[in-house]
């Protein structure tokens, strides 16, 4: 039996348009609660997912490498922003550059190609100009939606920073005035946290790691605060770092640095709540208030035009 073109079409636009839900779904979904809630069942074993994870993405680059390379800066990337940028996004995998390059390549030439193979198939007719710069908008939406998705990343990964830090600050208040040294006191905390903030729990156990290896707490710190990029964990470690060097109690600058977070996440939790009602104006007036003329005026200039106007139109 044979398929016809605008069938085909219809089948190829239902897969492009399904495979785009699909990726936004991955990259929008709430995987953190998931993995919460499976890490309180028992039901992962965290060292198989990860020598899986680092297998698939190892996978992923060599077969991403020779596209890539169309991409890939020549020199000096790796001390540029986007470098900090993966940092940021938690992407510490040296497959993941070869990978979001290669991501950018092979979109900026799918979609243009998509669209050259649905106008060929749906017998298009548009003019030189009209193509070529549907071609580039495409190839630019194709470059740069890596870089909007890894925007997004960043933007989740230090606002869940910023919402489970100020705990973190509490509990680590509780550990040092407890008697708990300030490297005792990270290690504690980077255990406690693994519930409520995997994230969190991560980042402070890697400059527990450090901190073991022979790094100065000065510089594990300062490490701390350029793998997040949060504006209040540098803040953060800028004062501990400013305690530790005069010798300042560590538990009430960290007690006074909680209220003042506290206070701080308050206050943007307020600015939100009070966008609310310029961002809603708009939907009421394009979408909601039109509706609602139709409804409520819709009888009426249907009873007017039936009656009064014939009426009118008689004398």
Known sequence: MMISAETLFLIMIFLAVAGIAYAVMLVFAPRATQSRLKHIAGKEDELDDYKADEAWKEKVAQ???????????????????????????????????????????????????????SAGIGRLELSTEGAAFILLVLAAIGYYAPNVVLNRIVAVRQRELFENFPDAIDLMTVCVEAGLGLDA???????????????????????????????????????????????????LVAMLIQADRFGTSTADSLRVYSDTLRTKRRLRAEEAAAKIALKLLFPLIFFIFPSLFVVLLGPAFISISRIL???FAGE
């Open 63 to 117: 077969i991403s490498k020779p596209f890539a390379k169309l991409a890939l800066p020549d020199e000096d990337w790796d001390k540029s922003a986007l470098r900090a940028r993966f940092m940021h996004a938690g992407f510490r995998s040296s497959s993941a550059p070869t990978i979001f390059f290669a991501a950018k390549t092979i979109l900026a030439l799918t979609l243009p190609g998509i669209f050259l193979l």
């Open 185 to 235: 006191a990270l290690a504690k905390v980077g255990e406690e946290m693994q519930i409520s903030s995997k994230v969190l729990a991560e980042e402070i156990h890697l400059v527990g790691l450090e901190l073991r290896a022979g790094a100065s707490r000065e510089k594990a710190l300062r490490n701390l605060a350029l793998r997040t990029g949060v504006e209040e964990i540098e803040a």
């Open 309 to 311: 106007l014939p009426a």
